[in-house]
């Protein structure tokens, strides 16, 4: 699997374990709303470049494969401590919009 798609697939699983980590903590309904919207959009993300190509010799693309490594680390650090749940959903967002930039690199099949 390229770096590329490797670094989608992990935040997807991530997020979609988390979930109950969240509800654990005690999230409310609409922070855990936000949490299924950014689910879904790495989700949507993960299958745009499993359906498509990304280019990992692309300097961008590479710059944010880094980027979402970092972004990565930040979400597992922050789940490890869920002391304020609206402070780690704002991280998720991040890393998912990353997500959405990468895929927004695909060259279509």
Same mark, same amino acid.
């Given at each position: 699997?390229?770096?590329? %798609?490797?670094?989608?697939?992990? =935040? &997807?699983?991530?997020?979609? =374990?988390?979930?109950? +980590?969240?509800?654990?903590?005690?999230?409310?309904?609409?922070?855990? +709303?936000?949490?299924?919207?950014?689910?879904? =959009?790495?989700?949507?993300? &993960?299958?745009?470049?499993?359906?498509?190509?990304?280019?990992?010799?692309?300097?961008?693309?590479?710059?944010? !494969?880094?980027?979402?490594?970092?972004? =990565?680390?930040?979400?597992?650090?922050?789940?490890?401590? %869920?002391?304020?749940?609206?402070? !780690?959903?704002?991280?998720?967002?991040?890393?998912?919009?990353?997500?959405?930039? %990468?895929?927004?690199?695909?060259?279509? %099949?």
């Amino acid at each position: 699997m390229n770096p590329s %798609l490797g670094a989608l697939e992990k =935040q &997807y699983f991530f997020l979609t =374990q988390s979930l109950s +980590d969240l509800m654990d903590k005690g999230a409310t309904p609409v922070e855990l +709303d936000a949490m299924r919207k950014s689910i879904v =959009q790495s989700r949507t993300n &993960y299958w745009k470049a499993i359906n498509n190509v990304l280019h990992d010799d692309d300097p961008d693309v590479a710059s944010l !494969v880094s980027q979402m490594s970092t972004a =990565q680390l930040n979400l597992e650090a922050g789940l490890k401590n %869920l002391g304020n749940v609206a402070k !780690v959903l704002d991280v998720i967002t991040k890393a998912v919009d990353i997500g959405s930039q %990468l895929t927004a690199k695909v060259v279509a %099949l």
